[in-house]
């Protein structure tokens, strides 16, 4: 049964930093694609950081030089994603959530779609002027 629970949100200033963490299980940790989405108030859920199996990572230009993904497992099988976010804004305020099975995938549109299929419960990240 996967199981992944968010931890880490809150209220912080603009230009602070915030660490959100993910405890996963359930599936094989190492060999998935793993991702961090957000949805703020109104608006569209969108994908925001994608980890590879081998470490390659990708992110939207929004976040890109500011939030960091990263992952562990220990010798104990706790698996671990995680989001460190730096100067934050108030437009990243928004829930946040982890997500396994993660894929990007060209839209009809041209564009990129970002879809997964594992999803944490969401953790509240509030970004203040």
């Known amino acids: 049964q996967v199981q992944m629970v968010e931890s880490g949100g809150g209220s912080v200033q603009a230009g602070g930093s915030l660490r959100l963490s993910c405890a996963a299980a359930?599936?094989?940790?190492?060999?998935?694609?793993m991702c961090w989405f957000r949805q703020a108030s109104g608006k569209e859920r969108e994908g925001i950081a994608i980890?590879?199996?081998?470490?390659?990572?990708?992110?939207?230009e929004t976040v890109r030089g500011r939030f960091i993904i990263s992952k562990e497992s220990n010798d104990n099988a706790k698996n671990t994603l995680y989001l460190q976010m730096n100067s934050l804004k108030p437009e990243d305020t928004a829930m946040y959530y982890c997500a396994a099975d993660c894929s990007i995938q060209r839209s009809g549109s041209g564009g990129w779609f970002w879809a997964a299929n594992y999803w944490g419960q969401g953790t509240q990240v509030t970004v203040s002027a």
């Open positions: 359930g599936f094989t940790f190492s060999l998935n694609y």
């Open positions: 980890i590879e199996p081998d470490g390659n990572t990708q992110y939207i």
